[in-house]
């Protein structure tokens, strides 16, 4: 079992920067790849970005430019840094991963942009 826990959501205006930070613990040796996630309100869950062991990443088309992604294996942590945020970007952020018989998720961190 692996358990998730994300940091770091808030309140900012337009333009506005956030940090979210999401630890893992428990069995992760088993797990490579980690990944933010979101879901805005009467949406559906999507791929922000994720991340291997050895740091190679991939992002949606809509964050690419603004957010950047980063782990330290050593603190068994994911962080998901968030510029020039928009209105847009407003939703329930969760850390994720997944071994070969499940599927983990975090309780979800609150961002909301205003305008």
């Known amino acids: 079992q692996v358990q998730l826990v994300e940091s770091g959501g808030g309140s900012v205006q337009a333009g506005g920067s956030l940090r979210l930070s999401c630890v893992a613990s428990?069995?992760?040796?088993?797990?490579?790849?980690m990944g933010w996630y979101r879901q805005a309100p009467e949406k559906q869950r999507e791929l922000v970005a994720i991340?291997?062991?050895?740091?190679?990443?991939n992002y949606a088309d809509s964050v690419k430019g603004r957010f950047t992604i980063s782990r330290d294996n050593a603190k068994n942590t994911v962080y998901l840094q968030m510029n020039t945020l928009k209105p847009d970007d407003t939703a329930v952020y969760y850390c994720?991963?997944?071994?070969?018989?499940?599927?983990?998720w975090g309780q979800g961190t609150q961002v909301t942009v205003s305008s």
């Open positions: 991340i291997t062991t050895d740091g190679r990443t």
């Open positions: 428990g069995s992760i040796r088993s797990i490579n790849i």
């Open positions: 994720n991963t997944f071994d070969m018989n499940n599927d983990y």
